[in-house]
């Protein structure tokens, strides 16, 4: 028998049927839902008289207009509410189980889909929104989609595909000292580039990645769309199975035994053919820091903002001078010189459990600088929220002068309250410093939580790996 | 969907690379229910010098005069020339919902991100990819030449420049089917409604964890 990839693997198990050219119907395991890319697939299946397929397979959550402050008093902006109440009508009309806003199970989808086991190894998973690339982690096919096909899965329980190529991240070595996923995923995406991975599916393999747990695996899957993957996987371990054990969607008794058994099939074999292959050394990877309107745009803490002067081409060169005068930075000007305004710690990419303990262990005993106007951690899910509390996390990040609020999408993407003005910049542990991204006008440069936190007591970007 | 055949269409330059959906459609407008009049907000950050919230009577609004889509000889323009990457970050069908209540029905560009890519043909958008050197030749001619336009034809898979000279563009079977016949995928995918459900069984006989 031929070697297969991982992505081979989940790939075959879930073809329905194949055309010649390649044109498939995949099969879809589960499908998590939001209420931004929602509605108008409800409306499309009822304007057809058509029901889900399989409602089981589906689970909401409301996470992109959700305040992080003063919850009790509902959603004040008239149209986010709307969004997030056309979610709970259409969710009890076709009985899909929902987290509703005051529910502690409620989060941020790719952090709630993991942590409840809904998430599991050996699936597809699809949701609309890029992000949810996040999954692959569990040795899951998973990844983004948009409200067309939202509508598709739920009306078929499948989505037409052709399958991608495969690429192979390998990280080997250990990663240094205040060095994570965030870095790792940030480094990728600065040796490859934002389009790298287009039109392949990325397996992300070596010592390194072995050594990630399983929130550091997702950090980094999450991030393989910024590299232009629409799926990021890693292969299953003790890591994933321990991670999934006793959680309340996962198998149980007889089942899991079964499950376990296959799950431990998940791994590409020995010999198995990549169409490209990146590696990297761990122990070459620095605290990264993004400086530009792309998140290729990266260097590492003891990096310059570059000059135009000096890209590869003239598309780059304008990419850049237009970058630079976006961001308001000058070309030369030294990473740790930067001083940043806000700071936000949370995301899909950077809201769970363990990204709060990096963050607060920056942070404990420590003051928010004074040039700091607004410090943030929003917890990806109310029971990452409730076990950060347990730890008393919550207690150092308030002394240290950091807010403490609900847990939701947030600044992200900015699509509830929280923002930035126009102008003012942030180090934001989340995933895209586009343009807008944070609100008009606004500057984002991505980090892990730790440079976070640290770029939040110091006031502008240092380096965490030697503090 | 509507249906997507032959097309003699002006074209405007969006001459940068890694447009990103963001741009396309900032999250503010993300907020409707509805999958149409998204067209006044495309690319909204660029095109106005105000902020804009939805609801607001857009031709109220302060227009940057140095965006390209605003300059008057591209007014009516429905090829949306860009570079590289165009389309990434973001799944919101938004982007493509965007470009086409705009006018767009054709974006040529090096390369696309591939959940983007994938949108435009559910919404009938031609997303057409061709040499970076050829779109560069196209970038130099819509410049000089005032309301350039370019042909394009589905059926012959080739786009014609006003001088007569074609380019051939590759564009997958089964998509081209549906965008020439203006099918919805999910009819096509319900005539193998036997396929799905055989599977379902033996799916269920390997993993009965996930029906449990």
């Known amino acids: 028998m031929n070697a297969k990839t991982l992505y081979d693997k989940l790939w075959d198990s879930h073809v329905v049927r194949q055309d010649a050219d390649g044109t498939a119907l995949i099969y879809i395991d589960r499908q998590l839902v939001h209420e931004v890319t929602s509605p108008q697939a ?4 009822k304007l057809a008289k058509r029901k889900p397929w399989r409602t089981a397979s ?32 259409n969710c009890a009309e076709f009985g899909i189980v929902e987290f509703k806003m005051g529910d502690i199970r409620q989060g941020v989808v790719h952090v709630m889909g993991p942590e409840q086991g809904a998430t599991l190894p050996g699936m597809t998973v699809v949701c609309g929104d890029s992000h949810t690339s996040t999954h692959g982690a569990f040795a899951a096919l998973a990844h983004g989609i948009g409200t067309s096909e939202v ?35 940030l480094a990728v995406i600065g040796k490859i580039g934002t389009a790298g991975g287009t039109g392949y599916a990325i397996e992300f393999a070596g010592s390194a990645i072995r050594g990630l747990s399983m929130e550091g695996r997702m950090t980094l899957c999450n991030m393989a769309i910024e590299a232009g993957a629409r799926a990021g996987m890693v292969a299953a371990d003790d890591t994933t199975i321990e991670y999934v054990k006793g959680r309340p969607f996962a198998p149980q008794g007889e089942n899991w035994d079964k499950a376990v058994g296959y799950w431990e099939t998940l791994h590409s074999d020995d010999g198995a053919k990549f169409d490209a292959t990146v590696e990297l050394d761990a122990a070459q990877i620095k605290p990264q820091v993004t400086w530009g309107t792309s998140p290729e ?14 890209a590869p081409d003239a598309v780059k060169r304008s990419d850049w001078e237009r970058a630079l005068q976006y961001m308001g930075l000058q070309a030369n000007t030294p990473i ?106 606004s500057r984002t440069h991505l980090v892990s939580p730790a440079m976070a936190a640290a770029a939040a007591i110091a006031g502008h970007f240092v380096d965490v790996s030697k503090s | 969907m509507r249906k997507f055949n032959l097309l003699d269409g002006l074209v405007v330059p969006l001459d940068r690379a890694n447009v990103d959906t963001d741009a396309i459609i900032p999250k ?55 570079r590289e990457n165009f389309g990434c970050g973001s799944s919101r069908e938004h982007a493509p919902w965007a470009l086409e209540d705009y006018g767009f029905q054709v974006v040529i560009a090096p390369s696309f991100a591939d959940i983007f890519f994938n949108n435009c043909f559910k919404n009938g958008l031609l997303p057409i990819k061709l040499d970076a050197s050829v779109v560069d030749e196209l970038f130099k001619a819509v ?25 051939a563009f590759e564009v997958d079977a089964f998509r081209k089917h549906c965008l020439l016949n203006g099918l919805d995928d999910i009819g096509l995918t319900l005539q193998h409604v036997d396929d799905i459900k055989a599977f379902e069984v033996k799916h269920r006989a390997a993993q009965p964890w996930l029906y449990a």
Request: with cysteine; net charge neutral; glycine share 10%.
């Open chain 2, 143 to 167: 410049a000089t030449n005032e309301g350039y336009k370019l042909k394009v034809d589905l059926e012959r898979q080739v786009i014609a420049t006003p001088d007569g000279k074609e380019t």
């Open chain 1, 336 to 441: 740790s010189e930067i001083k940043v305004d806000k700071v936000f710690i949370g995301s899909c990419t950077n809201g769970r459990i363990e990204d709060m303990r990096e963050a607060a262990a920056v942070a404990k005993g420590k003051k928010v600088a004074a040039n700091i106007k607004l410090a943030m951690v929003v917890p990806g899910s109310g029971l990452v929220k409730a076990q950060a509390e347990k730890e008393g996390l919550d207690k150092v990040f308030i002394e240290a002068g950091f807010e403490w609020r609900d847990p939701g999408c947030s600044m992200c993407l900015a699509m509830n309250d929280d923002r930035l003005e126009s102008g003012e910049r942030c180090a934001s542990t989340s995933n895209r410093n586009f343009e807008g991204r944070q609100g008009q006008g």
């Open chain 1, 42 to 45: 409800f409306e499309g299946l």
């Open chain 1, 297 to 310: 745009m990266v260097t590492d803490i003891n990096g310059h903002v570059p000059d135009p002067a000096s």
């Open chain 1, 151 to 185: 509508e598709h899965v739920m009306a078929t329980q499948c989505l037409v595909a052709k399958k991608s190529k495969a690429m192979l991240v390998k990280v080997d070595g250990v990663l240094g000292r205040g060095v994570s996923a965030k870095d790792v995923a």
């Open chain 2, 28 to 82: 503010q407008f993300l907020k409707s229910i509805k999958r149409s009049g998204f067209g006044p907000n495309a690319f909204d950050e660029w095109r106005y010098l105000d902020h804009g919230e939805p609801g607001m009577d857009n031709s109220k609004r302060q227009i940057n005069p140095d965006f390209v889509l605003n300059q008057s000889r591209y007014q009516g323009a429905q090829v949306l020339l860009a």
């Open chain 1, 58 to 89: 589906m689970l909401a959550v409301p996470d992109h207009n959700v305040p992080t402050t003063n919850r009790a008093a509902g959603i004040a902006d008239p149209i986010s509410r709307l969004q997030v109440e056309t979610l709970d009508a």
